[in-house]
């Protein structure tokens, strides 16, 4: 079993940059794929990013392609998510979450339901 702990969020203005990291204990976080998820107040939870087990495979939201870098330390046993060009409409809670499962679909990385373990999640607010 695997704990995983966010921290990194905060406020900052539109345009700005953020990184979150997801620091893992109990399990290397090499015997996982890795994913990120948001939830803004009154919406569903969200994907974001993920990274396969090997780490050699990431995928990406539509509305962060291009801006959000999913990565992986093995050596601090933590996953980060880099976010620049931040926007008002990325403001949200945003959690780590791990699962043992294997996916040939990219897509089903995307399902929150798949993943056996989450962090509490840290806040991100992007001002105007």
């Known amino acids: 079993q695997v704990q995983l702990v966010e921290s990194g969020g905060g406020l900052v203005q539109d345009g700005g940059s953020l990184r979150l990291s997801c620091a893992a204990s109990g399990r290397t976080l090499s015997s996982y794929a890795m994913g990120w998820f948001r939830q803004a107040p009154g919406k569903e939870r969200e994907y974001v990013a993920h990274?396969?087990?090997?780490?050699?495979?990431?995928n990406y939201a539509e509305s962060v392609k291009g801006r959000f870098t999913i990565s992986r330390d093995n050596a601090k046993n933590t996953v980060y998510l880099q976010m620049n060009s931040l926007k008002p409409e990325d403001a949200a809670v945003y959690y780590c979450a791990a699962t043992v499962n294997v996916f040939y679909s990219a897509s089903s990385y995307a399902i929150p339901g798949y993943y056996n373990y989450w962090g509490q999640g840290t806040q991100v607010t992007v001002s105007s």
């Open positions: 990274l396969n087990r090997s780490g050699g495979n990431t």
